[in-house]
């Protein structure tokens, strides 16, 4: 599937409850899915963000970089509904709105990856996939959670994905790294994401895992989803990213699109570019000196 054939990300059946459909805007074409505009966030004295935009459409990876402190965290509590922005504006499908909740994000078809998956690892792939939206069958006391059903439907939503995993019966927790961020990028698939943030997904991941993660998420994007990648890896990035936002201390430090950069200058950019190169000059070796200098 090329780019061009992707959905526009709206709502599937049995998505998100209160997704709305993407209208299209005046000139025809569907607004972004998420956009930010000169968002900021106070903590008491401390501004964590100041003039910070983003844009997420549908089909498309948004790579979020910076190193610690640069206010990643900050940007996904934001789009995620845990924080409320003070300044500047947060849209959804082109309407103002302004999250309360992340239960709000997740009606509105706005998922977050956090790095820590919060999962159970003693429980099994299943009711991990499962976890606070277990279906049931009966009625009254007769009530018990349909486990046929979850297991059916988590190897069938997984495979879709193209994650094939020996068996959904073991503990998630006995699953390598990638494969459990591949598990939780499967499930808001499922439920009817149209959103999706990924909070450092490969951060603790080895080469081989990280490019399981990467194909996962390129599967996210190919769905229709719109794809917001926090990341400190610029090659991580450069392969999946179809636009990339630097941080730095709270303030944008870039903001390309893939055409516009190069993997060369992302990576100089994310280092610091000319603080770098000032650096290089102030710790360079000063040449000792030879016999006779500085002698009359």
Same mark, same amino acid.
């Given at each position: ?27 025809? !074409? ?11 966030? #106070? ?24 190193? %610690? ?19 500047? &504006? ?9 999250? /309360?909740?992340?239960?709000?994000? *997740? ?8 790095? #820590? @998956? ?9 009711? %991990?996939?499962? *976890? ?9 006391? @007769?009530?018990?959670?349909?486990? !046929? ?14 994650? #094939?995993?020996?068996?959904? #019966?073991?503990?998630?927790? /006995? @699953? ?25 997904? &490969? ?29 400190? %890896?610029?090659?991580?990035?450069? @392969? ?57």
């Amino acid at each position: 599937m090329t780019r061009d054939d992707r959905t526009t990300g709206e709502a599937r059946p049995g998505g998100a409850p209160g997704a709305r459909r993407t209208a299209p805007d005046a000139a025809g !074409a569907a607004p972004p899915l998420v956009e930010l505009e000169d968002v900021g966030k #106070d903590y008491g004295t401390v501004r964590a963000l100041d003039g910070v935009s983003l844009t997420v459409r549908a089909g498309e990876i948004t790579c979020v970089l910076g190193d %610690n402190g640069a206010g990643k965290s900050t940007l996904i509590k934001i789009v995620s509904g845990l924080h409320q922005h003070d300044g500047g &504006t947060f849209r959804i499908d082109g309407e103002e709105v302004r999250l /309360t909740s992340p239960r709000q994000a *997740l009606d509105r078809g706005i998922a977050t990856v956090y790095q #820590d @998956l919060a999962v159970v690892p003693l429980m099994p792939v299943w009711r %991990n996939f499962f *976890l606070g939206s277990e279906p049931v069958r009966g009625r009254g006391p @007769l009530r018990r959670l349909d486990t !046929a059903a979850m297991r059916r439907t988590t190897r069938e939503a997984l495979l879709r994905m193209g994650i #094939d995993l020996r068996d959904v #019966d073991q503990p998630i927790g /006995t @699953l390598s790294g990638g494969e459990r961020q591949s598990v939780a990028i499967a499930r808001a698939v499922h439920f009817g994401a149209r959103v999706l943030v990924l909070d450092e997904p &490969t951060a603790a991941l080895g080469v081989k895992q990280a490019g399981v993660v990467l194909r996962y998420v390129a599967a996210a994007r190919d769905r229709g989803l719109g794809v917001v990648l926090i990341t400190h %890896n610029p090659h991580h990035a450069h @392969l999946v990213g179809d636009r990339f936002v630097l941080l730095k201390r709270g303030t944008m430090a870039g903001s390309h699109t893939r055409d516009r950069i190069t993997l060369d200058e992302l990576t100089r950019q994310m280092a610091g570019g000319s603080e770098l190169e000032q650096l290089g000059h102030e710790l360079a070796r000063t040449p000792a000196p030879g016999p006779g200098d500085g002698e009359g």
